[in-house]
């Protein structure tokens, strides 16, 4: 007769195989070769026989507590409750073990809803922080098993950046509601609202009359020293236009034209804009060799696409300057501040620098005659003045950013 199983029962269970509890059927320990020992359920539904298994004996068991003969004895009691009802507890678990982890839901993620809705940028940037940062953390987590306090610590280990941090969350945010309309998980399980953002600290870095020169040096003396000149001259043309780096290091020869000193991009964070040129501005592009086989105005050293290489220039270039905690972004934030500084008025700034998105129907053939095209001219002169030290382009100018 098969005795109850029991501690000192399970202590003793050395030989492989199953040993069967007396008191209740189908539930018993099964032993491996190796030694291992786990509390398993036998059971019948619809006219199939199943096996499941509860936990391994001493290990952690969901919910607190380990696995003991009386622990496993209750579950396997809840799991045959459940079978008369008609539900397959084994089913379950193959169902669960196929179901998606974030890891795995993120590439439907980005196929099906980012690539498809999304600007190629922002694609970019949302493919970086999964890459870098949700996947990483979160990525073995079962989309539907993902709860409040998985989101929570993962946007606390961000909190020296704050701004990262929050656009994690947001992106994470963006993933559950498509699980949810997908139905990967349940409706109304939205885990991001109740989470509090960090605050934002604005960062407004400029540089200097005297700064720019520094930058000035840097790049003459990287030039001479054989840098990369894709990123010598994107450098350049982002402290000339004020555009966006993104915007500058994706410019294709279509998007440009020499003759009528501007930038026709076919799209940015903004949508398609125009981007005056100044005369410093169009001596670079004009400069630039165009390679055959590419689109790109500074392609990728090997391989398609574009040049991908300006971090690495960059944080030399800022080094050797003494600007250590200036990003390449602040070059356009200094564009918008010479303009300032030169009196140029707030809407003018503003147009240059794609603030407010430009009619569709514009014809840039008037660029020479607008006040957009002259303060593009007085802009980026000044600050190709003030890299070359020659502060008297933009009347007012060093003496306003040196206050």
């Known amino acids: ?54 936990g391994q004996h001493g290990h952690p068991k969901a919910g607190g507590g380990t696995w003991t003969p009386q622990t496993a004895r209750d579950e396997a009691v809840s799991l045959l409750g459940r079978v008369k009802e008609g539900v397959d507890p084994a089913g379950e678990v193959a169902a669960d073990r196929r ?7 993120h590439k439907r993620y980005l196929s099906d809803h980012a690539e498809a809705h999304n600007k190629a940028s922002s694609v970019k940037e949302t493919k970086r922080l999964l890459a870098k ?18 989101v929570v610590k993962f946007h606390l280990s961000l909190k020296k950046t704050p701004y990262l941090a929050n656009r994690c969350l947001a992106l994470v945010s963006s993933m559950l509601a498509k699980a949810e309309q997908w139905g990967v998980r349940a409706d109304g399980s939205a ?10 600290a604005k960062r407004e870095r400029f540089l200097s009359a005297g700064e720019v020169y520094a930058l000035g040096s840097a790049l003459r003396a990287a030039g001479e020293a054989k840098a990369n000149s894709h990123a010598l001259r994107i450098i350049r043309l982002l402290s000339f236009t004020g555009a966006r780096r993104g915007e500058i290091e994706g410019l294709q020869w279509s998007e440009v034209d020499l003759d009528r000193s501007v930038l026709c991009l076919k799209d940015s964070k903004t949508g398609a804009k125009l981007i ?8 670079i592009l004009a400069e630039a060799e165009r390679i055959s086989g590419t689109p790109y105005v500074f392609p990728a050293l090997s391989g398609e696409g574009h040049y991908q290489g300006l971090g690495k220039v960059w944080r030399a270039v800022r080094k050797a ?27 003018i700034i503003g147009s240059l620098l794609g603030h407010s998105q430009p009619a569709t129907t514009q014809r840039y053939a008037h660029l020479a005659d607008d006040p957009v095209q002259r303060a593009a001219d007085q802009i980026g002169g000044a600050i190709a003045g003030a890299m070359a030290g020659e502060s008297e382009k933009m009347p007012g100018t060093v003496e306003r950013f040196n206050r």
């Open 1 to 54: 007769m098969q005795s109850r199983l029991t501690k000192r029962t399970v202590d003793a269970a050395s030989e492989p195989g199953t040993i069967w509890d007396g008191d209740l059927p189908g539930f018993g320990l099964r032993v491996t070769k190796g030694g291992a020992k786990s509390y398993v359920l036998k059971y019948r539904l619809h006219n199939r026989q199943r096996w499941y298994t509860i």
């Open 99 to 105: 179901s998606e982890t974030i890891k795995e839901f």
């Open 133 to 150: 940062h949700v996947v990483p953390e979160l990525g073995h987590i079962k989309v539907k098993d993902l709860s409040r306090s998985d």
């Open 191 to 200: 885990l991001c609202r109740s989470i509090t953002k960090f605050k934002e």
């Open 276 to 283: 005056p040129l100044a005369p410093a501005a169009k001596l």
């Open 321 to 347: 300057a003494g600007l250590g905690d200036v990003r390449l972004h602040d070059l356009r934030h200094t564009f918008a501040s010479f303009g300032a500084a030169g009196g140029l008025s707030l809407p």
